[in-house]
T-cell receptor, first 110, second 112 residues
Framework: RKEVEQDPGPFNVPEGATVAFNCTYS??????FFWYRQDCRKEPKLLMSVYSSGNEDGRFTAQLNRASQYISLLIRDSKLSDSATYLC???????????FGSGTQLTVLP | DVKVTQSSRYLVKRTGEKVFLECVQD?????MFWYRQDPGLGLRLIYFSYDVKMKEKGDIPEGYSVSREKKERFSLILESASTNQTSMYLC???????????FGEGSRLTVL
């Protein structure tokens, strides 16, 4: 079993739709969680950190469920510019213990 | 604006050649990383450096070495390139252990 698993997609959604991705992790000692966004042929960039209480940034909401060991990303009112691959990242304690999921591909269609 | 610069965007090398990938960051970050990214496998850590001349092996260090002689520069070396090292190589830096990673644009290496 992979340490961090994501549905690779692709998720093809119309503009304005709400879409949600889940990411499961296997190490219960995981301490911090992130979502990164990677555009085609570009480098990953931090989208948002995921806090225990859940957090929201505009149209994006991230949640953590420690009991079931998953994190989620919800995107409301999808825009064409949201088309990208979303990487789930889990940290089990130090900088060298970051584990990346293989990413979920999202395409927002006009 | 933060910047991580990788020396080469695209390289084509032959099996057995020595390959240098260089990475420079202008943010005075302590931590620097080399990852490789392959379809379906995500990013995997090759080496990590937390200070000048300090390095730690990541998850897949075999076939690679690194050098960090100056704080801003972190080099990845493939002593004898092999076809299974064909990949996208991403350099990153961060200020804190759990801090945001800033990535370079990547170096796509093809080994023939």
């Amino acid at each position: 079993r992979k340490e961090v698993e994501q549905d690779p997609g692709p998720f093809n959604v119309p503009e304005g739709a709400t879409v949600a991705f889940n990411c499961t992790y296997s190490n219960s000692a995981s301490q911090s969680f992130f979502w990164y966004r990677q555009d085609c042929r570009k480098e990953p960039k931090l989208l948002m950190s995921v806090y225990s209480s859940g957090n929201e940034d505009g149209r994006f909401t991230a949640q953590l469920n420690r009991a079931s060991q998953y994190i989620s990303l919800l995107i409301r009112d999808s825009k064409l510019s949201d088309s990208a691959t979303y990487l789930c990242v889990v940290n089990t304690g130090s900088a060298r213990q970051l584990t990346f999921g293989s990413g979920t591909q999202l395409t927002v269609l006009p | 604006d933060v910047k991580v610069t990788q020396s080469s965007r695209y390289l084509v090398k032959r099996t057995g050649e020595k390959v240098f990938l260089e990475c420079v960051q202008d943010m005075d970050h302590e931590n620097m990383f080399w990852y490789r990214q392959d379809p379906g496998l995500g990013l995997r850590l090759i080496y990590f450096s937390y200070d000048v001349k300090m390095k730690e092996k990541g998850d897949i260090p075999e076939g690679y070495s690194v050098s960090r002689e100056k704080k801003e520069r972190f080099s990845l070396i493939l002593e004898s390139a092999s076809t299974n090292q064909t990949s996208m190589y991403l350099c990153a830096s961060s200020q804190r252990e759990e801090g945001e990673l800033f990535f370079g644009e990547g170096s796509r290496l093809t080994v023939l």
